[in-house]
């Protein structure tokens, strides 16, 4: 499970946990971002076996896919079948209101780039299906999750842009156009990376502020932050349920 921006709280109730700061991983370089605090713990979550991710590698931050997906690589490796991607995101439909979770349905890759292009990797495919890139039935267990524990849970299209710097109001219509309801710069690799690898997917943004364009205000990363762990406790509610049913 990766915990993306000011969402790593299910790491720290992990009972019995291992915790490895990624730098001591080989080939885990330590994450540049701030709120993104790296580190792999293994352990258990309502008697699920789990390997979390807090912190995760950006291609903004000049990593190539060796990097970015590294550890979704290592969890297919290691046996993992399911992967439970968050991250924070801006909201692109005027319906989509900040501090709300939303689930990702389908994606459009806009970051210019893949994390399968060159060499196709053992346990890979080459060219992976993608019509249905986050699990039906995981979402199916996720919606029920959600209505046991009250929280609203629209789902919709998760845009992925590289970043770093935030969309411009043009931009923002772009995205709207192609359907989008939220924009981020992350989980699109890791999404394409364990298709490749015949995992499961299921995927939710942390709604961290109304997208540029759509709010008087200026962007900024601590306000991101700041909302992801406003809300990111609804979100780790959500996972544990989740998990309970898995
Ligand atoms: N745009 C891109 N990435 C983001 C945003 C946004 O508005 N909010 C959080 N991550």
Avoid at 70 to 77: C, F, I, K, L, N
């Amino acid at each position: 499970m990766v915990l993306g921006s000011g969402l790593s709280g299910l790491a720290d109730g992990v009972s019995g946990g291992v915790s490895i700061p990624f730098r001591e991983v080989p080939g885990f370089p330590e994450p540049t971002v701030p709120g993104h605090t790296g580190r792999l713990v293994f352990g258990e979550v309502e008697g699920k076996k789990v390997l979390l991710q807090a912190g995760r590698f950006h291609f903004y931050e000049g990593h190539n896919s060796d990097v970015v997906v590294a550890p979704v690589r290592m969890a297919a490796g290691l046996g993992v079948r399911s992967v439970l991607l968050t991250n924070a995101a801006g909201s692109v439909s005027s319906g989509l209101v900040t501090g709300s979770i939303m689930m990702i349905e389908d994606h459009v890759n806009f970051m210019a780039r893949s994390p399968l292009a060159g060499p196709v990797l053992e346990g890979e495919q080459r060219f992976p299906d993608m019509s249905q890139p986050y699990d039906a039935t995981l979402r199916g267990v996720a919606r029920e999750a959600a209505r046991e524990l009250g929280i609203d849970l629209p789902e919709g299209v998760y845009a992925a842009v590289l970043g770093p710097s935030y969309e411009t109001p043009a931009e923002i219509r772009l995205l709207r156009g192609v359907g989008a309801d939220a924009v981020g710069m992350s989980t699109v690799p890791e999404a394409i990376a364990a298709r490749a690898s015949g995992l499961r997917v299921l995927a939710f943004s942390v709604i961290t502020n109304q997208a540029a364009g759509l709010s008087k205000d200026p962007l900024n990363h601590d306000e991101v932050l700041e909302m992801g762990k406003v809300s990111g406790g609804r979100l780790e509610k959500l996972l544990r349920v989740i998990l309970g049913k898995m």
